[in-house]
């Protein structure tokens, strides 16, 4: 299983991005999908998360910004970015609870990140 991100890159401040995280491999299912991220120096920190029936939770800081959202059947997540400001600029990873089949336990999985630079 991999997840595997995209739509990193650089922005102006107030400027939109939207990142994509696919999910391939053997899966059986997908339960919460998030996406996380961590700034140099920082502790890794949670954006937004989603449920597998869709409900969202946010940080405070990107609330009424950033919207998450996931298509279960082509197993991806997104994340559209509104009126970026400098402080968003981080790595972003996408995580999953993925359940490879009937038999085996969920499991966490992580990307390998993309960056988002968000120039002031």
């Known amino acids: 299983v991999q997840l595997v991100e995209s739509g990193g890159g650089l922005v102006q401040a107030g400027g939109s991005l939207t990142l994509s995280c696919a999910a391939t491999?053997?899966?059986?299912?997908?339960?919460?999908m998030g996406w996380y991220r961590q700034a140099p120096g920082k502790q890794r920190e949670l954006v937004a998360v989603i449920s597998s029936g869709g409900y969202t939770n946010y940080a405070d800081s990107v609330k009424d910004r950033f919207s998450i959202s996931r298509d279960n059947a082509k197993k991806m997540v997104y994340l559209q970015m509104n009126s970026l400001k400098p402080e968003d600029t981080a790595l972003y990873y996408c995580?999953?609870?993925?359940?490879?089949?009937?038999?085996?336990?969920?499991?966490?999985?992580w990307g390998q990140g993309t960056q988002v630079t968000v120039s002031s």
């Open positions: 491999g053997s899966i059986f299912s997908i339960n919460d």
């Open positions: 995580n999953a609870a993925i359940r490879e089949s009937f038999t085996t336990r969920t499991r966490d999985y």
